[in-house]
């Protein structure tokens, strides 16, 4: 009899063994799934202050040269010099110009696309796009975050 009782009890052992190690396997991927999520919240973090500073530094250097003593964008702009790097000016079309401003960033991989319009009569807009990545010829690439900085006056 009693040998009986071992044989139809033979396979629950197992059965808690599969169950318990489901268990424990699911608690180990949320787990995980947590932790990945905190790591890419953080990473878009740092991207979106990069992009952002990018943005600051190329409104910055637009402001400072549109504001110094003999504009920059005069209707044959020189270069400037911003982030120690000389930056050609284009103006296309009248009174609309632009410039990139790379190497910004932590890593020194983002860039600035700027524009300054001063077809309003005295209003000038400055629009500077910050990328946290895009390298010296500032392009987009995959995972770029964008950010922007408008200044009128």
């Keep these: 009899m009693i040998i009986k009782k071992l044989k139809k009890n033979k396979g629950f052992v197992i059965l ?3 169950t318990l190690s489901a268990i424990l396997l699911s608690i180990a991927l949320g787990v995980a799934n947590i932790a990945l999520k905190e790591i890419k919240f953080g990473t ?3 991207d979106t202050n990069n992009a952002f500073f990018a943005a600051d530094v190329g409104a910055e250097c637009a ?6 003593s003999g504009s920059a964008f005069i209707p044959s702009p ?6 120690d790097n000389s930056i050609t000016i284009t103006e296309n079309p009248a009174s609309v110009w632009t410039f990139t401003v790379s190497g910004l960033g932590s890593g020194g991989q983002g860039c600035a696309k700027v524009t300054v319009d001063k077809t309003t009569g005295s209003l000038t807009q400055v629009v500077s796009n ?3 990545n895009g390298g010296a010829s ?10 922007q900085v408008e200044l009128n006056y």
């Design 138 to 147: 500032c392009v987009k690439t995959s995972n770029t975050v964008e950010r």
């Design 44 to 46: 878009s973090g740092k």
């Design 130 to 132: 910050g990328y946290n």
């Design 16 to 18: 808690f063994a599969v």
């Design 78 to 83: 020189p270069s400037i010099t911003c982030n």
């Design 63 to 68: 402001l400072y040269y549109d504001r110094s």
